[in-house]
């Protein structure tokens, strides 16, 4: 009996696991092929952080190997790039002239780093982070190369940053922002970690904005000047200034995008057999960047391409950590403290601890912690419920004991 065929464009994070969801839920229900640019089994992407510092091999990080796809049936392509989708046909291309129809086609494409536009950015030992060939490139400047700049002092550009001075290099972190992670913390959590960053030998040019890539005469970028003039040494140049939803083929196959595909809450496009999840697809005008938010689509999407068709997907609340061995940071919600909210703070310069939570309307509506992340879960769940915070209030710096400790005082 013919099954229905289902392709997948992007053999990464999101794409893989809607597969095991489905698999799980409808072993057999479809013909499935898989298309993977990169030609490696499906691994584990944020691990690359722990490869890059020393503390992982590739082997570590491959979340599937190639026997998980022949053991499940899956006709895997790898080193195949669809470059076209033909909706009126039903089949996509890929750069080979090769091709594969659809029943149901899932686009799971992810990002690209973005390179900042300045002159000599295609230079040689300038590259994003977003792969392991990146890495690898990494790994081998740090072996030939002595100056690196990280460009984005953001989460990824800090674990770079980390991962190079752990393989010995010098490296410059230099970043648009007046402190560091201004997107997952306040100024005082951004300045502690500075402090610790600089203690293990980094280099900071914070509010500094990058204006060229200088030559080293042979093709290599050589330097990177600052637009107050200042040049810094560089013969790598690592962008970690933000993605891009990798969009463009749905696009040019006439789907709505907008900073990403267009989902629905059952992650469908607009086009009825194709679907799109993590970070390629946009849902109520979110883009997200984490792999938790991208789980919680891939079960949602598998469920409707498994035909069970009941749950939705209503949209995630995130939270951050930085993978620096060592630094213990977590940032979840609205932190910034905005009109109407109300901010309390733990500061102990002594211990290194530094922790706000931002309650509004009696709820918790963000929390950033330094230093001590003990209770991050607890804070998290806080946030994800958003429950009345009630007589815990004055508690609530005691984390997950302050249900507690509430009770032990309540008359
Ligand atoms: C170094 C690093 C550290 C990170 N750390 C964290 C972290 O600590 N916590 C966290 O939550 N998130 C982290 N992330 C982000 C996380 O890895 C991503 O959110 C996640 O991988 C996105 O999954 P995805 O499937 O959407 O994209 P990807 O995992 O990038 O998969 C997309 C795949 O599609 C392929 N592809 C693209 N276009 C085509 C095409 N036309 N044809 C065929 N294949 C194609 C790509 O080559 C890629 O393999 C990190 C990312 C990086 C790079």
Not at 70 to 95: F, M, S, T
């Amino acid at each position: 009996m013919n099954r229905p065929r289902l392709v997948v464009i992007g053999n990464g994070m999101a794409g893989v696991r809607t597969l095991e969801e489905l698999l799980a839920l409808a072993p057999a229900l479809y013909d499935i092929t898989v298309f993977g640019a990169e030609p490696h089994p499906n691994y584990n992407r944020i691990l690359l952080s722990p490869v890059l510092a020393g503390e992982q091999g590739f082997a570590d990080i491959v979340l599937n190997d190639l026997e998980w796809y022949r053991h499940h049936g899956i006709d895997l392509r790898l080193g195949r790039q669809v470059v076209r989708i033909d909706r009126a046909r039903r089949r996509v291309i890929a750069d080979d002239g090769s091709e594969a129809e659809y029943d149901r086609l899932l686009i799971a494409t992810g990002s690209s780093p973005f390179i900042l536009p300045v002159p000599g950015n295609e230079l040689d030992g300038v590259i994003g982070y977003r792969d392991i060939a990146d890495t690898q490139a990494m790994l081998e400047a740090a072996r030939t190369h002595r100056h690196a700049v990280v460009v984005g002092g953001g989460l990824l550009g800090l674990e770079a940053a980390n991962g190079l001075a752990r393989r010995g290099m010098q490296v410059t972190v230099v970043h648009l922002g007046e402190w560091l992670l201004e997107r997952q913390l306040d100024r005082t959590a951004g300045e502690l970690l500075q402090q610790t960053l600089q203690a293990r030998g980094l280099t900071f040019r914070l509010a500094a904005q990058t204006e060229a890539l200088l030559d080293d005469g042979q093709g290599r970028v050589a330097a990177l000047r600052l637009a107050s003039g200042e040049t810094l040494p560089a013969e790598l140049v690592v962008m970690a200034a933000g993605i891009r939803p990798n969009a463009g083929l749905a696009e040019a196959a006439g789907l709505p995008c907008a900073r990403g595909i267009l989902v629905d809450d059952t992650l469908q496009t607009f086009d009825p057999r194709i679907y799109a999840v993590g970070e390629c697809a946009s849902h109520r005008g979110v883009a997200y960047g984490l792999v938790a938010p991208l789980y919680e689509q891939a079960r949602v999407c598998a469920n409707h391409l498994a035909r069970l068709g009941h749950v939705r997907y209503p949209g995630s609340v995130t939270a951050t950590r930085l993978k620096v061995t060592g630094i213990e940071l977590f940032s979840a919600g609205d932190f910034s403290g905005a009109d109407g909210s109300e901010t309390i703070t733990l500061s102990d310069p002594f211990e290194g601890v530094y922790k706000k939570l931002v309650i509004k309307d009696d709820v918790l509506v963000g929390a950033c912690l330094y230093g001590d992340t003990a209770d991050s879960a607890w804070y998290l769940r806080q946030l994800r419920e958003g429950q009345r915070i009630g007589e815990v209030r004055d508690l609530l710096m005691f984390g997950a004991l302050a249900p507690a400790a509430a009770g032990e005082v309540a008359p």
